[in-house]
């Protein structure tokens, strides 16, 4: 997935483009030919208003990141039960995104998330193959 430069999707292999919120054109998102599209979102509001052609999204910070340094989780989503109403409302897979790691994953699949992304609970492990590995497992294990 490509994050800038979306225009070097059409002469390249990659598999998608994503659309950082700052970034996310007004209106309807379309999808380029053959390319998944992907955006993020930091409210339920912002997800619920969202329209167009994306393959899915992140919402975040759902916990407080481990690679960011003070940058908590959202505190409107600490109301669990408007975030899963959230979650159920929206028109595309929702994964989750900030302090995500593999013991919250039950958590995360029981409010609705369709999955979730790991970025610091993997490179900084001291040993992040392992750390994904193990998550791997811990999400395999998930029904």
Known sequence: MLHQHHELARTTTVGGIHYRE???PPGV?????????????????????CRGELDYCFLSPIYSSLSKADYPANPAFEDREQLASGLAGSRYP????????????????E???AGA?????IWQA???VAAWESAAEAA????
Request: proline share 7%; hydrophobic share 45%.
């Open 29 to 49: 998102i379309k999808a380029p030919p053959g390319l998944a599209v992907s955006t993020s979102f930091h409210t339920l509001e912002d997800l619920g208003i």
């Open 126 to 128: 001291d040993d992040p």
């Open 111 to 113: 409010l609705g998330f």
């Open 94 to 109: 929702v994964l989750a995104l900030g302090g995500v790691t593999p013991d919250k994953f039950a958590e995360l699949q």
């Open 140 to 143: 395999g294990r998930l029904q």
């Open 22 to 24: 700052a970034d996310r």
């Open 117 to 121: 992304a790991l970025l610091g609970g």
